[in-house]
């Protein structure tokens, strides 16, 4: 039976994969069939079935969908004032071409600190592209680094929701984890960011061109480089606010507003009406022009929404049908260290339901009652060892895959050997890491 359940995921997989490449499906009619032939493949009730799906498609998107939206606005207000342009040749002034896939992990690794790695991508994708614009370069060499540098942050440091889960199920220390995760997470960054994208963009030339957000190029008059990071940071100052609020000597009341305002779509609700005020109406655009420019920036959202939820919808039949479960089982009999166990079994589980932070909360609850009675487990380590397993092997049922598909304009083939092999690469070097310094602490 549990062979049975891989080989008909597996299958799935294929469909997907076959569906979008060869048959020339829309990737969203490619995951709804792969979902329908798992659901009745694995014996799933037919009642059953179709809430399931739509449980998954909501589960998703009721996170998302505001802000993919508003994400996406922001974008465009940065492209069409100059914004992008001006922030994007600051960076080349002050870091040089050559240095630019550093500048660029590190700003990845700062905005994805206190925010989801969706919501990063949206915060600097219209920097990433904005450079790409200005220095003709390969577009990988800048964006991988961002990415590298969003992910290992959502997959490892706390505060994202996925180690946090992991904390209290281990019953780790917060703030060791917080120290460990650094330590382990800049050099997986700097590997599967700046190194990988060297090695890869001579390998891999994108055919296409990022289409979501397009850029203007004849600016009456471009808005100051310090008010264009003013507002594509904002969102990411009002996240922070929020997660340094139960720290501060506030009042109760105070700290909920902060909450409030510092939740990602408030926050980037607040961006998107001061990029309307400061790039747009001071910059000459009066409300119509405004309007248009959300409008054309809405049109394309449709597709990747569609594309996420449908994602949303594969996953979801792949934890009822019981998938998720069996891998987990197959792993907790293999006699092996904690760490190992718990990286694979996060590994496995990813790959299965394609979230990582249902990973990571799953391969917790699975591997927390085996470590109960030993001794000596450095449960702070386990933590980063199972968020390096929840990274691993990306591809067609994780919503990240057709994010950075989507907006980087690029093939199902292209997002296979740039973003599967990075995430798999952090995945290994992280967990790596965490052996490493389990030698020594």
Do not use: C
């Not at 996170?63 to 492209?79: E, N, P, Q, S, W």
């Not at 305002?261 to 998107?272: D, T, Y």
């Amino acid at each position: 039976m549990d062979a049975y359940l891989l080989l008909v995921t597996l299958l799935a997989i294929v469909i997907v994969i076959l569906g979008v490449s060869w048959l020339k499906w829309h990737a969203f009619i490619s995951l709804l069939v792969a979902s329908l032939f798992l659901a009745i493949a694995t014996g799933l009730s037919l009642d059953k079935i179709v809430s399931a799906y739509e449980t998954g498609v909501g589960g998703v998107l009721g996170h998302l969908v505001g802000i993919l939206a508003l994400g996406t606005i922001l974008g465009k207000m940065m492209a069409e004032s100059g914004a992008g342009m001006q922030v994007a040749d600051f960076f080349v002034r002050k870091f040089g071409v050559k240095k630019l896939p550093w500048a660029m992990l590190f700003s990845g690794f700062i905005i994805g600190i206190p925010v989801f790695f969706e919501v990063g991508i949206l915060i600097v994708l219209p920097l990433v592209i904005s450079i790409h614009k200005t220095t003709k370069q390969n577009i990988l060499l800048i964006a991988l680094p961002v990415i590298a540098g969003l992910s290992i942050v959502h997959g490892l440091v706390p505060p994202h929701p996925g180690a946090l889960t992991a904390i209290s199920i281990y019953k780790a220390n917060l703030g060791t984890v917080l120290i460990y995760s650094l330590i382990i997470a800049i050099p997986a960054a700097i590997i599967a960011g700046p190194l990988f994208a060297k090695w890869v963009h001579k390998r891999v030339v994108p055919q296409g061109e990022p289409e979501l957000i397009r850029f203007n190029t004849n600016y009456k008059k471009l808005p100051s480089t310090g008010l264009s990071f003013f507002i594509i940071l904002l969102p990411v100052l009002l996240m922070v606010l929020a997660a340094i609020a139960p720290y501060l000597s506030i009042p109760k009341g105070a700290e909920k507003v902060m909450a409030f305002i510092g939740s990602p779509i408030i926050a980037l609700l607040i961006a998107v009406f001061a990029a309307f005020y400061f790039l747009g109406i001071r910059q000459g655009m009066d409300r119509n022009m405004l309007k248009k420019f959300s409008e054309e920036s809405l049109l394309p959202v449709g597709s990747i929404i569609l594309i996420i939820g449908a994602g949303g919808g594969f996953k979801q039949i792949l934890i009822d049908s019981g998938v998720g479960n069996t891998i987990g089982q197959m792993s907790e009999n293999l006699s092996l260290s904690p760490l190992v166990l718990a990286f694979l079994i996060a590994g496995l589980i990813r790959i299965a339901t394609g979230s990582a932070t249902v990973a990571l909360t799953t391969a917790a609850g699975i591997v927390s009652p085996i470590i109960e009675h030993m001794s000596g487990v450095n449960l702070e380590l386990l933590v980063i060892a199972t968020g390096a397993g929840s990274l691993m092997f990306s591809h067609v049922n994780d919503a990240g895959f057709w994010m950075v598909k989507e907006y980087l304009g690029l093939t199902v083939n292209e997002t296979f050997k740039t973003w599967t092999v990075l995430e798999t690469i952090l995945s290994f070097v992280a967990f790596g890491g965490a052996l490493l310094l389990n030698l020594f602490v």
